[in-house]
């Protein structure tokens, strides 16, 4: 069966099953680890919905791409979760938006939101952000590859708590690296029309390191940005809209 056709089935399978089950929708994500963070934002705006991950089905992998195969053939009954990665905070072409029946994070991943979640964090996340924003404008710029600044990135998180030592450290690093101030260019100025200020810089970046460093929990809150936009999404997509 050509992949088109493949895809085009299950995601009619999907749709169908929803009448079956007496649900609302079914929901694809990347993987099993997503099923929590989604879950909980559905249990939140009380929508019955199925979740599924990659592996879960016919083709048993996952990942952003998996779910993107589906595109074509996504509905208000069978739609998918992903990451943002850098697709949101550039601007990147195609959008993926509900009018489309995608449901995105806003931020980089899920990881970026349990650290908004975290009240005793916010006050260190913020130093902690105005001190990596120059160096994550300038990956932004210059158009480096992701994999490339992660491995700069974790480089520059020196720090296992969150003492002040640690950002003080963290600062000489970022200007050594970064002497000069940067031009504004185009990029970042798309960027900041994705909501990308200084104090929340931490949430558009590859975060996992960084929640791990941090010993963040994965408690969830739906009162920071841009979780408010999720909310929204869901409700627009649910009245049809």
């Not at 963070?37 to 992998?61: C, L, M, P, Y």
């Not at 195969?69 to 697709?87: G, H, Q």
């Not at 001190?131 to 404008?137: G, V």
Request: charged residues 25%.
């Amino acid at each position: 069966m050509p992949a088109h056709n493949f895809y085009r089935k299950w995601a009619r399978f999907y749709a169908g099953e929803t009448a079956l089950k007496k649900i609302d929708a079914v929901a694809l994500v990347e993987g099993k680890t997503d099923k929590p963070f989604w879950g909980k934002i559905f249990h939140h705006t009380q929508n019955r919905v199925r979740i599924i991950a990659g592996s879960e089905t016919k083709t048993q992998t996952g990942g952003k791409q998996e779910c993107l195969k589906y595109y074509p053939f996504l509905t208000r009954r069978f739609f998918i979760c992903i990451d943002s990665d850098y697709d949101y905070v550039l601007q990147s072409q195609p959008a993926h938006n509900v009018r489309r029946f995608v449901l995105q994070t806003y931020t980089y991943a899920i990881e970026n939101h349990y650290l908004a979640a975290n009240a005793e964090l916010q006050e260190f996340l913020k130093q902690y952000a105005a001190i990596i924003y120059p160096a994550f404008l300038s990956h932004l710029a210059t158009g480096s590859k992701m994999k490339e600044f992660n491995k700069e990135f974790n480089a520059l998180i020196s720090f296992a708590d969150r003492r002040e030592s640690s950002l003080e450290a963290l600062q000489k690093n970022i200007r050594k690296k970064y002497p000069d101030a940067l031009p504004l260019k185009p990029t970042t100025l798309i960027a900041g029309n994705a909501g990308l200020v200084p104090d929340n810089t931490y949430l558009f970046i590859p975060a996992k390191t960084l929640k791990h460093k941090l010993q963040c929990g994965d408690d969830l809150s739906f009162a920071h940005f841009p979780m408010n936009k999720i909310i929204d999404d869901i409700s627009r997509l649910t009245a049809g809209q």
